[in-house]
């Protein structure tokens, strides 16, 4: 399905958009990715959701990714025998492993792992950082705290522990359920929550064994500090503004999005910018204008997609918020100070023959009246690199591997055009040229630049570009192979 943007936009299935009018309507109405919440749902809903969303895929005739977003571990508070109590500040608290009902003084917190890394001085944040806490003494099985920042404490509320990295692996048994589960199903992407470290990534790769692409959610301060070493490992990467502006001071945050968004462009991984986006839209028909910013914000940056969460899952008005973030991509993408920031923070070095041959590609387009970039890609390499590019001119990926056009449709700019095997670059040219006719990029006068590698079928050989007119006699009578 052509859009008239290059931003991705993804959007989460739940109760408010799980039948198929509705996948399909999202989709119509901009959604290029949707995203399944592992945290939610039987694996029968998501087997359901899966079913409907290739359906869709079928009927539409379009490229649809689907990312299955893991729960990861989740730290919680045990229960109270009031269900709650009120936490003063300066008043002291104790975190123990006692399973016993929770009073004004002590709680549960059924992790010895956190008391194994924590050290006097720590802070604890207690219900997405409503309530903070800090270490004062600590010991095995214990913690004693003095309070913060007070409020109301209630049953089994999250716990975050910024300051240390824990000793935890970020696939809990359920993970490992979900997913052996989803890759079974054949999801395109995998998001991991909780990343602190590339090992995560590695431990996640092991058990996908292939059947899906990586994409790690940066919200913890430990990944930002590792930030190089996971971005190496992993296919994609997810600013998850969420818990990452519950674990650092709020104000870091858009410095920090800003730095990934520029260091996932610079090495051609695909990156989401993610939660809150169009918070008020659960409820409203209409963002505020600070949201539409925000949305903005990310799209002027480079981001290859935004996310929407709850606002599609569960809110009153998904479809609009869909429309939102299209119409406001589109408008965002015809501001020519758009063009100028996207080109200004072009990385410029160039270190094999594949990145030497999309820059010529982009700068071929740009200088003259081409009307598409059309790169043959096996694993998606080349179109990601294209896609760093950023052109001026739309960007057709040609594949004949399905799941390498679905996981590239949370890529900027891609158009996906599945292809037969090809054995002869003479050919290539034809099926570009065909391909950007029938997908309305071109027209048979009009001419388009085709790259790809030679020999076919081997991924990461990109090493042949190509000016071709779009009219296939003309193909014929220029190439005397």
């Not at 989460?12 to 945290?39: C, Q, W």
Request: net charge negative.
């Amino acid at each position: 399905m052509k859009r008239l943007r290059n931003v991705k936009i993804v959007a989460t299935l739940g109760p408010a958009s799980d039948t198929y009018d509705m996948i399909e309507t999202l989709h119509k109405a901009g959604a290029d990715v949707f995203r399944l919440n592992m945290s939610h749902g039987s694996h029968e809903e998501i087997r359901e959701k899966h079913t409907i969303i290739r359906k869709v895929e079928e009927t539409t005739g379009s490229t649809i990714g689907i990312l299955a977003d893991l729960q990861g571990p989740k730290l919680r508070v045990g229960v109270f025998a009031g269900d709650s109590e009120q936490l003063d500040e300066g008043a002291s608290f104790r975190l123990d492993l006692d399973p016993a009902d929770g009073d004004a003084s002590r709680v549960c917190l059924p992790h010895p792992e956190i008391f194994a890394a924590l050290e006097p001085g720590a802070s604890l944040l207690v219900n997405d950082g409503k309530i903070r806490l800090k270490v004062t003494d600590c010991g095995a099985d214990y913690a004693n705290c003095e309070v913060i920042t007070g409020g109301v404490i209630s049953n089994r509320k999250g716990v975050n522990v910024p300051d240390v990295v824990l000793p935890l692996a970020a696939l809990s048994d359920k993970d490992r359920a979900d997913l052996e589960f989803v890759c079974g199903l054949g999801v395109d992407w995998l998001a991991l929550s909780f990343v602190q470290r590339p090992e995560d990534v590695d431990e996640a790769r092991a058990l996908a064994q292939g059947r899906a692409a990586i994409l790690s959610k940066i919200e913890k301060p430990s990944a930002v500090d590792r930030f190089d070493d996971i971005l190496a490992v992993s296919d994609g990467i997810m600013v998850a503004r969420g818990d990452l502006g519950v674990e650092l001071p709020v104000q870091n945050v858009p410095p920090i999005q800003k730095r990934l968004v520029r260091k996932c462009r610079a090495a051609a991984k695909p990156v989401i910018v993610a939660t809150q986006m169009l918070e008020s839209m659960i409820e409203s028909p209409m963002p505020t204008r600070a949201e539409v910013s925000d949305v903005a914000t990310a799209i002027y940056e480079g981001a290859d997609a935004v996310m929407l969460s709850a606002e599609s899952a569960a809110g009153d008005y998904p479809v609009q918020a869909v429309q939102t973030m299209d119409n406001v991509a589109t408008e965002v993408e015809q501001d020519p100070t758009y063009t100028q920031i996207i080109e200004a923070s072009r990385k410029a070095d160039r270190m094999t023959v594949a990145d030497g041959i999309v820059a010529a590609a982009r700068e071929i387009a740009e200088t003259t009246d081409i009307k598409a970039i059309c790169c043959f890609t096996q694993s998606g390499t080349t179109a990601l690199l294209t896609a760093r590019e950023r052109p001026r001119v739309p960007i057709i990926a040609l594949t004949p591997l399905v799941g390498t056009a679905r996981r590239l449709a949370l890529s900027w700019g891609t158009n996906c055009v599945i292809t037969g095997e090809l054995e002869r670059f003479k050919s290539a040219v034809v099926s570009a040229a065909k391909a950007a006719r029938s997908e309305g990029f071109a027209g048979p006068e009009d001419h388009i630049v085709v790259t790809a590698g030679v020999p076919f079928n081997v991924p990461g050989s990109t090493n042949i570009l190509r000016v071709a007119p779009c009219d296939e006699r003309l193909i014929f009578s220029s190439d005397p192979e």
